[in-house]
């Protein structure tokens, strides 16, 4: 099975910086000497989230590999942090290790598997922190996105943990809708974070998801976000729920095609 061409790009600004291509889009940006520089503003919004959740090491797992930006984020960040890293294309995670020095990266395992399959070998209540961030290309994979695998996903979470979910969508948001429903559908407590214009359906960009059945930080999230390089908004409560605006969440099998 392929999945796609990869290219590795040495950044020209930063000595040990590198960007991770697949068949021609930007998946992932690492820092050798600096893990804690993060190059793109979704990726700086996931590690508002992460910075806000309680002190100490975390138990993490994350579907969807890429170079690993995050892993190496919160072991920078938060000595002693353990990873379980599901990612499908096993050519990809050999190049990231040997190219991209994930040895260096402490207490990380990798399961070469898709979302779905990796997950289910995930064992209940052992995650404070999951991670979706998987795509083909500009596209995240629909049978991640059904409120069946949210369950699964609120499986591996321990009772306070947090769900971090990266989604990409463009006009009318009608993709974002549906995800949020399916979301909120399992999760007592979600925000959703992104740059106004992407926010307003103007323009194709990167959301962020952070959902958990213990109430988040919303406060510290907007105020963060909207101090951030992008001035990101967050939305939750009341103004999330007219954003979903009755969409329909997604189940296995549905017709849904992501944008």
Known sequence: MTFGEVELLRDLDRQDGWMLSKDGVPQSYVDLQDPTFLEFEYVRLMADVIDLLPEGPLSCVHVGGGACTIPRYVSAARPGSRHIVIEPDGLLVNLVREQLDLRSVPKLKVIVAGGREGTAKVWDATADLVVLDAFT???????????????????????GGTLLINLADGKGLAFARRLLATVTGTFGHVA????????????????????????????????????????????????????????????????????
Not at 137 to 158: C, S
Not at 210 to 232: F, I, K, M
């Open 192 to 259: 959703l974070l992104a740059e106004p214009g992407i926010m307003r359906g103007r323009r194709f960009g990167n959301l962020i998801v952070a959902a958990s059945r213990t109430p988040l930080p919303v406060d510290l999230l907007t105020r963060r976000a909207a101090g951030g390089l992008t001035q990101a908004r967050c939305v939750h409560g009341e103004a999330l729920t007219h954003f979903i605006a009755g969409a329909a969440p997604i189940r296995d099998g549905d017709p849904v095609i992501a944008p």
């Open 137 to 159: 290309g500009a596209t995240m994979p629909v049978e991640l996105a059904t409120a069946e695998y949210m369950g699964d996903l609120a499986r591996v979470l321990r009772p």
